[in-house]
Structure formats: C-alpha cells, structure tokens
C-alpha cells in the first residue's frame, strides 16, 4: 500500500487515457488503478525471477519488456472485444425493440421490456437508462448521454434515431426496423471483413510460435546441444534478440492486418 501513490504517478498517463476509454464500453474504471499496479508488479517479477531466479540476463529484459508490453496491449484487445459484443448486442435490441413498440408498447415500456431481456454489457447498459427514466429524467437526456459515454457505432446509431423519433414524431416501430436493418448490414460486412483477414491473423501466430516451438522440440532431442543456448551469456543473448524479432514481426504484421480490416 506504501508504493501505492508513486505506482499511481507512474501510471499517471495510462490512467488518463485507458480510464474514458473503458468507460466508453460501458465498464467502470475504479478498479484500473489496482490492475495497473499488479501489471507494474508483474512486470518487476518477471525481471528478477529471469535475473536472479533463472541466471538469464538477457531473457531477464526481454521478459520485462514483454510483460511490460502486455499490459496496454491486453486492455486494447478487452476494449475492442467489448465494443464489438455491444455492437452485436445493439443490433439485437434495435430489432427486439422495434417488435415491442409495433405490438403497442410505449417506448419506455419497450426499452425497460428489452434491457430485461438484453445479456450484459449492453443489457447493463440499457438497464441503467431506464432506472433513470423511472426516477423522472427525460428520454432527450437519456439518450444524449447514452450517445456520448458509449462510444460504439451501433449505439450511437440507435441513439440518434430514438431521440429522433421521439422529438419530431413518426412512426418509431418503422424507425427502428430500418436502423436494425442498416445495423445488421453493417454487422454483416464486419463479420465478412474478419473472416477475410482471419487467415492472415492464423498465420501471424503460426510465424511467431515456429522460433520457440523448434527452441523446445531441439531441448527435447538434443539437450546437451541445447545447454549452450541456455546456459551461457551469448546463448541467453541470441534468445533474448530472437525473443525481439519475433516480437517485432509480430506487431508489425498485426498493424498490417489492423489497416486491412
């Protein structure tokens, strides 16, 4: 707890920029601080079990680096695994809420129907809304503040439309077909563009697995070929720039991939 402040200084700036960010996928961000701390922690650990524990130097920084790069790359990934789950959730509950409001239901009726029937994160999300819509708050204020803190597409989309609907009138069932339908198109060409670079992603894993999969196949055939490797300074030092270049490669072959989709 002593080390608890200074951790926090020196992850001043991932705080400022992963804390809105997670916010935006509608999860808390309370507890980032803490996860920040134990990443800093295991990052530390894996230097000294690698320095100290293991005698690999070498390894040891590279390892550190690793585990030290891990950290913002593991919250990018559950950031953008969550706004594509709400994604998919919102086109769901565009169209399930279309079909309450066409059998006659008020749109707070339909929204408090269709947050009950919603699974978490999105359902989580809508069932907020409507406890605010219950205490008294008007939907102009529910919806913008629902377009602003969940930064997805998909609901801010159905967002606009809702809000739309509400204030200049129309028919909101026929509304909310036609978003749900522009919402699964676009769900569809998302899906399609993943499949398509799914090959891609598949042999990206494969190219970095290969160096440490023949590491381990040669120890189990030959280890006294092997001891040199792991056990002297140079060896510890070729793993260590492999370890590098396999990282490397990867990365930029994913920021490839990232552009194509």
Same mark, same amino acid.
């Given at each position: 707890?002593?080390?608890?402040?200074? #951790?926090?200084? *020196?992850?001043?700036?991932?705080?400022?920029?992963?804390?809105? #960010?997670?916010?935006?996928?509608?999860?808390?961000? @309370?507890? *980032?601080?803490? #996860?920040?701390?134990?990443?800093?922690?295991?990052?530390?650990?894996?230097? #000294?079990?690698?320095?100290?524990?293991?005698?690999?130097?070498?390894? =040891?920084?590279?390892?550190?680096?690793?585990?030290?790069?891990?950290?913002?790359?593991?919250?990018?990934?559950?950031? @953008?695994?969550?706004?594509?789950?709400?994604?998919?959730?919102?086109?769901?509950?565009?169209?399930?809420?279309?079909?309450?409001?066409?059998?006659?239901?008020?749109?707070?009726? =339909?929204? @408090?129907?269709?947050?009950?029937?919603?699974?978490?994160?999105?359902?989580? /999300?809508?069932?907020?809304?409507?406890?605010?819509?219950?205490?008294?708050?008007?939907?102009?204020?529910?919806?913008?503040?629902?377009?602003?803190?969940?930064?997805?597409?998909?609901?801010?989309?159905?967002?606009?439309?809702? *809000?739309?609907?509400?204030?200049?009138?129309?028919?909101?069932?026929?509304?909310?077909?036609?978003?749900? =339908?522009?919402?699964?198109?676009?769900?569809? /060409?998302?899906?399609?563009?993943?499949?398509?670079?799914?090959?891609?992603?598949?042999? /990206?894993?494969?190219?970095?697995?290969?160096?440490?999969?023949?590491?381990? *196949?040669?120890?189990?055939?030959?280890?006294?070929?092997?001891?040199?490797?792991?056990?002297?300074?140079?060896?510890?030092?070729?793993?260590?720039?492999?370890?590098?270049? /396999?990282?490397?490669?990867?990365?930029? =072959?994913?920021?490839?991939?990232?552009?194509?989709?």
């Amino acid at each position: 707890a002593w080390g608890a402040p200074l #951790l926090d200084r *020196l992850n001043a700036r991932l705080l400022a920029r992963y804390g809105p #960010l997670i916010e935006s996928v509608g999860a808390p961000a @309370a507890a *980032l601080p803490a #996860l920040l701390r134990w990443w800093r922690a295991a990052t530390a650990a894996a230097f #000294l079990v690698f320095w100290f524990g293991a005698a690999m130097p070498p390894v =040891a920084v590279f390892m550190a680096f690793v585990v030290n790069q891990a950290g913002p790359l593991g919250l990018d990934w559950w950031v @953008a695994a969550r706004r594509k789950r709400i994604g998919e959730q919102a086109v769901t509950a565009a169209r399930n809420l279309a079909g309450q409001v066409r059998v006659g239901m008020s749109l707070n009726e =339909a929204l @408090a129907e269709v947050a009950r029937d919603t699974p978490d994160p999105f359902g989580g /999300v809508l069932r907020r809304a409507v406890g605010r819509l219950d205490a008294g708050e008007s939907v102009r204020d529910v919806l913008t503040d629902l377009r602003a803190r969940i930064r997805v597409d998909a609901v801010a989309l159905m967002s606009v439309a809702l *809000l739309v609907a509400a204030e200049k009138g129309g028919k909101l069932g026929d509304v909310l077909a036609r978003i749900s =339908a522009t919402l699964e198109e676009l769900q569809r /060409v998302a899906r399609k563009r993943d499949t398509d670079t799914a090959a891609g992603r598949l042999m /990206v894993l494969l190219m970095a697995a290969f160096p440490f999969a023949f590491v381990g *196949l040669f120890s189990v055939m030959d280890p006294q070929l092997m001891h040199a490797l792991f056990n002297t300074l140079a060896g510890q030092g070729v793993l260590a720039v492999v370890g590098a270049l /396999v990282y490397a490669s990867t990365r930029w =072959a994913s920021r490839i991939l990232a552009r194509v989709e």
